[in-house]
């Protein structure tokens, strides 16, 4: 199978290099000139574990290239996916320009009959305007099907997500041609038993941004309880493994902590609320796990003010800038709004992230990046852990305890165990536990 990839972000290159490793012949073009430079080289400008190989490995095969030739792209592709950005606009509904112009481009350059697969996350009824934009930029009439594949793909874990995942959603309105052709795209994860929902487009569609609101939604319902917690004295960690011992609940994504972030659960959130509205629902629910959301992020910052006292000149360690761990992706990662926050009151920042400086010194001003964790310890009036990342697990806490001013760790992702903490001298404090 040909096929063409529009958009090599995050889901994009993902996508295309393991369908290049199913077999197929894949072509991902980008606008982006110095991404597609870079990843033709094998430098990858984006970090994702085991892309790298994956990348290179079916270049050299001759399964993968990287293009911003639009027209050799579409032009002869059996199947073309839309992976490009979907991000909010300033009223929370979601940017459908690069959709757009990506559905102008297919129909100006196909020259045969395609499946037009879209895998972006796009509001329930974007395959209605992305066929409306195809016919209209048509020279000649071509047939296609469109078809709605959303991704669940998580960052840092990303090849196995696609590789092995839960459920493959594939929305089809009409065309057996185009089910099929689906069908032998992922003929290679099918045959590892995981099962593929075909549905109309709609709902494939809402399946996405449900699925995101739904998680997001467990994520905001457990700091809310992490608060009640902190106050009554209960551990919001052993809270979330008793009800995650309930087979109707499931114990993941049950940690309290300082908000999610990223480049989904917000936009998605903020997505369907507008969506929402164009339908006339008032989604309450989601309204609260947004709002919740934006106060988990500042959470950490009256305990820190409580500790230090005025912050002014007050030096303050931050140990992770990615939204999450095993990302580059700071998206509005919580790290931003924290270390925003604690410089308004005077703080001086001194951080370090495995993977995501590289972004973020583009993005935070007046921020002193160290090599390592150790290094941004060093000197410290405090200590916040921002992401989860593992080096910060196994880190060796007696030496952070002695690069130190003072020993306060505030711990925003609940990653140490709080007596274990205090027993090595440390005022720790971190989110629903004592
Ligand atoms: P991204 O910003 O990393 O990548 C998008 C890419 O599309 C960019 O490189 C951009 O230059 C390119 N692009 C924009 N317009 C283009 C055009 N007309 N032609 C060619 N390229 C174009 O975004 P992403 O994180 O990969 O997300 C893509 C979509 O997948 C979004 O809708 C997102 O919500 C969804 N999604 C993302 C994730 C994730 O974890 N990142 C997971 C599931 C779904």
């Not at 048509?138 to 874990?157: A, H, M």
Request: net charge neutral; proline share 3%.
């Amino acid at each position: 199978m040909k096929i063409t990839m529009i958009g090599t972000g995050y889901v994009g290159s993902v996508t295309g290099a393991c369908l290049a490793d199913l077999g197929h012949e894949v072509v991902c073009l980008d606008i982006d000139k110095e991404k597609i430079e870079k990843f033709s080289k094998g430098e990858m400008p984006l970090y994702e574990p085991g892309l790298s190989d994956l990348v290179k490995r079916n270049v050299r095969e001759c399964r993968l290239s990287f293009t911003t030739d639009k027209k050799a792209a579409i032009s002869g592709a059996d199947v073309v996916f839309i992976a490009v950005g979907t991000p909010s606009t300033k009223d929370g509904s979601v940017d459908l320009k690069y959709v757009d112009s990506a559905a102008e481009d297919i129909g100006k350059f196909m020259n045969n009959y395609l499946v037009i697969v879209d895998k972006s996350t796009v509001p329930v009824g974007t395959a209605d305007r992305v066929k409306d934009i195809i016919l209209k930029s048509q020279k000649t009439k071509i047939p296609f099907d469109l078809v709605s594949n959303p991704e669940f793909l998580r960052e840092g874990q990303a090849i196995k997500d696609f590789m092995a995942p839960d459920r493959i959603v594939i929305g089809v309105d009409d065309g057996a041609k185009a089910r099929q052709i689906m069908h032998d795209i992922y003929k290679g994860i099918e045959r590892t038993g995981k099962p593929v929902l075909f549905t109309d487009v709609k709902s494939a569609e809402m399946i996405k941004y449900a699925s995101n609101a739904m998680l997001a939604t467990r994520i905001s319902f457990m700091n809310e309880i992490a608060r009640i917690c902190e106050r009554a004295g209960a551990d919001v960690k052993i809270v979330a493994q008793g009800i995650g011992l309930d087979s109707r609940i499931g114990s993941r994504f049950l940690q309290a902590g300082i908000g999610y972030g990223g480049s989904c659960f917000p936009k998605d959130v903020k997505g369907l609320i507008h969506t929402g509205e164009e339908y006339g629902v008032d989604f309450k629910l989601l309204k609260a796990v947004e709002e919740v959301n934006e106060e988990q992020k500042r959470y950490i910052i009256p305990k820190i003010v409580k500790e230090l006292g005025d912050l002014k000149g007050k030096r303050i360690a931050i140990w992770g800038l990615a939204f999450k761990a095993k990302t580059d992706d700071v998206r509005e990662a919580s790290s931003l709004v924290i270390i925003s926050e604690l410089q308004k009151l005077g703080a001086v920042i001194k951080a370090f992230d495995p993977e995501a400086m590289h972004v973020t010194k583009n993005i935070l001003k007046n921020v002193e990046y160290a090599k390592n964790a150790y290094e941004a310890a060093e000197g410290c009036d405090a200590l916040v852990v921002v992401t989860e990342w593992d080096e910060f697990r196994g880190i060796d806490l007696a030496r952070v305890k002695k690069l130190l001013k003072k020993p306060v760790i505030f711990d925003g992702r609940n990653i140490y165990d709080p007596k274990e903490m205090r027993d090595m001298g440390f005022t720790y404090q971190s989110i629903g536990r004592q």
